[in-house]
């Protein structure tokens, strides 16, 4: 009788653990591409605190005309600079080029690395909003 109730209140822990650990699993984020309109990357600027607005074009292209406050890493150097400029893979991270092709494999190179919040919002050249100048 006592080794059937033993046995009953170990089931039960290690029914409990597997829950918990479900829990736990099921809050892990995975990283996945998402693509944006200018409009719903602009609408998430004005309401999320705690954002990376990442330009990845080239410095002359930033220079010339660039949207507040973007960090520029330019497209061809995301590999080698992502992980020390970029530390916090859950960050939200929104990003933009030209014209919307360097955007989405950076975007995408950044899913690869395991950045889990990356929102590609295409490029300036489809931005109505206020841009700044060098």
Same mark, same amino acid.
């Given at each position: ?10 089931? %039960? %822990? ?7 650990? *479900?829990?736990?699993? !099921?809050?892990?984020?995975? #990283? @996945?591409?998402?693509?944006? *309109? ?10 999320? !605190?705690?954002?990376? %607005? %990442? ?5 002359? @292209? /930033? ?15 995301? @590999?080698?600079? #992502? ?16 014209? $919307?092709?360097? *955007? @989405? !494999? #950076? #975007?995408?190179? =950044?899913?690869?690395? $395991? ?9 300036? =050249? !489809?931005?109505? /909003? ?5």
């Amino acid at each position: 009788m006592k080794l059937c109730a033993l046995l009953c209140c170990i089931g %039960l %822990l290690m029914g409990c653990n597997r829950s918990i650990s *479900s829990a736990q699993d !099921n809050k892990k984020v995975k #990283a @996945e591409y998402h693509k944006i *309109s200018a409009e719903k990357a602009h609408k998430m600027m004005m309401e999320l !605190n705690d954002f990376i %607005l %990442l330009d990845v074009r080239t410095d002359e @292209e /930033y220079a010339e005309k660039h949207i507040g406050g973007a960090v520029l890493i330019p497209d061809y150097e995301i @590999e080698d600079r #992502a992980d020390g400029e970029l530390p916090d893979k859950n960050a939200v991270i929104l990003i933009y080029c030209r014209s $919307g092709r360097r *955007s @989405e !494999n #950076a #975007a995408r190179t =950044l899913v690869d690395r $395991g950045y889990t919040r990356v929102y590609d919002f295409g490029g300036i =050249l !489809n931005w109505p /909003y206020e841009t700044v100048s060098k």
